[in-house]
């Protein structure tokens, strides 16, 4: 070389010319920036080198690659990021090629220079920490603790209607509320292999019901008690649950009320049935193995023979139907009065933590007269003081109280035929005025009497208008006799006799009254203490007995009876069966 000439290294320092290979470049951006290939080029362009560290001082920021097309397959470069924010490479085209996150270094290689941009592929190396790297690979169920990354469960409390989506995948939700329902995201968003837990911490049950005709467990929804839990798992066929109840189902509810199968063959009576049941799938199972058809329903009421004290073993489930207060925990209060107020009429006791059962104490259940919506007007409160529309209206009363009634019978006569008969007419206690224009009979006798008699005659009498008049001084102590009559016992005494043989009429007045008596038809007026009238004038007919105060009366307007006597009430009751009556609350 001569004297005082210069030379280029080509190869490193500050030469204008980048070598063709450099080992490694320190990089810091604040915008997107694109990469060239560090043939031929100025030493001071953003060049792939074997090894880069790049720093990246705002967020989404882009590192691209040089154009695949003029490089050779093979060529690479780690790139570490060695900043605080995330790194994303792509080629020349902006295609994503990896995102590079703090501390995280990455091997991207050229594999196909056969287009413009190049196919590249990306390697993950080792972070520069591991804490980096347990970081990275945190996400639903893992997270970094330290070096090293460990499951975990995140809690959600809830005691509203709540969706389950991707958001609650390793989650566990927590019920605490009364009735309520989770509603599973269709399988199809949340993939195969999503989970998450549910436990019944609340005082209702939990419905888990699925969407876009998913099922779970082989059915539309799931019902879960309070207390109890387990895990639903997203499959490629539809949702399914794994876990164990923690408490037991009673058997009013289709269970065994047990928690081993050796104490469900207890509680099912020794049947062999007990372990089927215990061990079965399904509520649908343990009803075809009980042979029955539907659960019992909270709110139901049957009459039954059991003491009271035994419905905790007999009948779980099962309360006294006596107005007592029960917790607001029951089911049965959760489904209707938490519900609205208005669907359980039968009190709301202590209006914050208890309510009443029906009290059914002495009294009969009755249908709701307008059930469906129609009254049948059978029972209404017009008549029986019982709104018999409205469930919980309360009446009745086991006595039949005083009262009267009226009969009305209008426009109809009576007739009265008695042919043939005879009757007795006595008369002892007054004195008849008897008026004869026609013809005078004296007698004076003061000190004997005279006999009249005679055999072989007879009178006929026809008198259609006139009046006798009979003198107390003629015949004050007279005595007549003929074959048909005999008067005797003194006018002026009212001794008066009438007698005939031919029609056995007898008057008699002794001051208590007139009797008309006959030995051929048994008929009497007028019977000592009480006396019996019949009158037939301007008001009609009346019949009245002293005692029982009975009157028929018949005022030209038709007939009436009236009971003006009785009062005070009387038993109302038909024959009965005491049992006790229960209700079934859930618990």
């Not at 035994?310 to 209060?333: E, F, K, M, S």
């Amino acid at each position: 070389m001569a004297s005082g000439a210069s030379w280029t290294n080509l190869f490193g320092g500050d030469s204008p010319i980048a070598p063709a290979n450099p080992s490694y470049f320190a990089l810091t951006i604040a915008q997107p920036t694109s990469l060239v290939w560090p043939l031929e080029t100025t030493g001071g362009a953003p060049h792939l080198a074997s090894q880069i560290d790049v720093t990246g001082l705002t967020l989404n920021l882009t590192l691209a690659m040089p154009p695949g097309g003029t490089g050779s397959n093979g060529a690479q470069s780690m790139i570490t990021n060695i900043g605080s924010v995330d790194i994303i490479t792509t080629d020349s085209f902006g295609i994503p090629i990896t995102t590079i996150k703090p501390g995280i270094s990455w091997l991207i290689t050229l594999t196909d220079n056969t287009t413009e941009n190049g196919t590249w592929r990306a390697y993950q190396l080792a972070a520069t920490t591991s804490s980096a790297n347990a970081g990275a690979l945190a996400g639903s169920g893992l997270q970094a603790v330290g070096t090293t990354l460990q499951t975990v469960w995140l809690t959600q409390t809830i005691a509203i209607n709540t969706p389950l989506t991707a958001a609650q995948r390793a989650t566990l939700m927590v019920w605490t509320g009364a009735v309520g329902t989770l509603q599973l995201t269709a399988k199809a968003t949340l993939t195969a292999g999503w989970y998450c837990a549910v436990t019944n911490e609340g005082t209702g049950t939990v419905t888990i019901s699925t969407s876009a005709g998913d099922t779970i467990n082989g059915r539309g929804s799931l019902v879960m008690n309070p207390g109890n839990s387990g895990i639903i798992v997203c499959g490629p066929a539809g949702f399914n649950t794994c876990g164990a109840l923690i408490t037991t189902l009673p058997i009013a509810s289709g269970g065994t009320g047990a928690t081993t199968a050796f104490d469900a063959r207890v509680n099912l009576g020794a049947s062999p049935i007990g372990a089927a049941i215990f061990t079965a799938p399904n509520a649908a199972t343990i009803n075809a193995l009980l042979g029955t058809q539907n659960n019992l329903a909270v709110g139901d009421m049957k009459e039954t023979a059991l003491h009271e004290d035994l419905l905790p073993a007999l009948l779980p489930g099962w309360h006294i139907c006596d107005g007592r207060a029960r917790p607001r925990t029951d089911p049965l209060w959760a489904r209707t009065g938490q519900v609205n107020p208005a669907y359980w009429p039968f009190g709301n006791g202590d209006n914050s933590t208890t309510y009443n059962l029906p009290d059914l104490r002495g009294r009969v259940p009755l249908g709701r007269d307008n059930m469906g919506g129609t009254a049948a007007n059978r029972v209404t409160a017009a008549v029986s003081g019982i709104n018999a529309t409205a469930v919980g209206a309360q009446g009745g009363n086991q006595a039949l109280t005083s009262h009267s009634h009226g009969i009305t019978d209008v426009n109809h006569a009576h007739g009265i035929a008695d042919v043939g008969h005879g009757h007795g007419l006595n008369d002892a206690g007054h004195s008849h005025g008897v008026n004869d224009p026609g013809h005078f009979h004296g007698l004076t006798d003061p000190g004997h009497g005279h006999g009249v008699s005679d055999p072989g005659h007879g009178h006929t009498v026809v008198d259609p208008g006139h009046t006798h008049s009979l003198d107390r001084d003629v015949m004050s102590e007279g005595l007549v006799n003929n074959r048909n009559t005999s008067f005797a016992g003194g006018f002026g005494q009212g001794a008066v006799n009438a007698n005939s043989s031919g029609t056995g009429i007898g008057i008699a007045g002794n001051g208590t009254g007139i009797g008309i008596q006959s030995s051929g038809t048994g008929i009497t007026l007028g019977s000592g203490t009480t006396v019996i009238s019949i009158q037939d004038g301007a008001t009609g007919m009346s019949v009245q007995a002293g005692v029982a105060g009975v009157a028929v009366l018949n005022a030209g307007t038709g007939l009436t009876t009236t009971n003006a006597a009785g009062g005070g009430a009387s038993n109302n009751m038909p024959p009965v069966l005491v049992v006790s009556m229960v209700i079934y609350v859930g618990a």
